[in-house]
């Protein structure tokens, strides 16, 4: 079954930039698909199908994904983007096939 | 507006049963494909288990940490999501949310929608 790697932490400044990676064999021949979870709230979809933006969410948000990492990236990260954030796939393949990383809490400096 | 309400959640001991609903409005949900996702107290998402539409013939998919122990199932003359959990284990603590999902005829599959979830708490 699948596994996504992502890392734990990462800070950033108010106005920078977050690349938060999402590593797994071959990741880049799945639709890869990015939710922020902030405390005590359900899980909100971002990023759909590896660059596809649900309506609500800022144009700040964007993803790539290609060979063995996915990326979510945030431009000028806000306040606000302080959260949890996963990437997710579906391995039909698998006898696990709903997949979650293991998150990355990003912390606004 | 999509709303989706999960109950049923609460304390069970170990080896015990519990029965979630998730309660749907806002779209068609006969046409939904729907899961349960849970979250361990401080950890991250697990997918628990998908069923599909009835149309897209009502198959169901389990984690291999639930599989035949819980069963998912669907009212859509009731717009309601059950999760019938059996057997349960002090891992199976988190709070249980369902999501509707999308998919495509490449396999991929995303969760657009979440309720806000049901705690349950499994301990003697």
């Known amino acids: 079954s699948s596994v996504l790697t992502q890392p734990p932490s990462m800070s950033v400044a108010p106005g920078q930039m977050a690349r938060i990676s999402c590593g797994g064999d071959?990741?880049?021949?799945?639709?890869v698909h990015w939710y922020q979870q902030k405390p005590g709230q359900a899980p909100v979809l971002v990023i759909y199908?590896?660059?596809d933006r649900p309506s609500g969410i800022p144009g700040r948000f964007s993803g790539s994904n290609s060979g063995n990492t996915a990326t979510l990236t945030i431009s000028s990260v806000e306040a606000g983007d302080e959260a949890d954030y996963y990437c997710q796939v579906w391995d039909s393949s698998s006898d696990h096939p709903g997949v979650f990383g293991g998150g990355t809490k990003l912390t606004v400096l | 507006e999509v709303q989706l309400v999960e109950s049923g959640g609460g304390l069970v001991k170990p080896g015990g049963s519990l029965r979630l609903s998730c309660t749907a409005s806002g779209f068609t949900f006969s046409d939904a494909w729907m899961s349960w996702v849970r979250q361990a107290p401080g950890k991250g998402l697990e997918w628990v288990a998908r069923l599909k539409s009835k149309l897209n013939g009502g198959t169901t998919e389990y984690a291999p940490t639930v599989k035949d122990r819980f069963t998912i199932s669907r009212d859509d003359s009731e717009n309601t999501l059950y999760l019938q959990m059996h057997t349960l284990k002090t891992e199976d603590t988190a709070v249980y949310f369902c999501?509707?999902?999308?998919?495509?005829?490449?396999?991929?599959?995303?969760?657009?929608?979440w309720g806000q979830g049901t705690l349950v708490a499994v301990s003697s």
């Open positions: 199908y590896n660059n």
């Open positions: 071959y990741i880049g021949t799945y639709s």
């Open positions: 999501a509707t999902g999308v998919g495509d005829s490449t396999g991929a599959f995303y969760f657009d929608y």
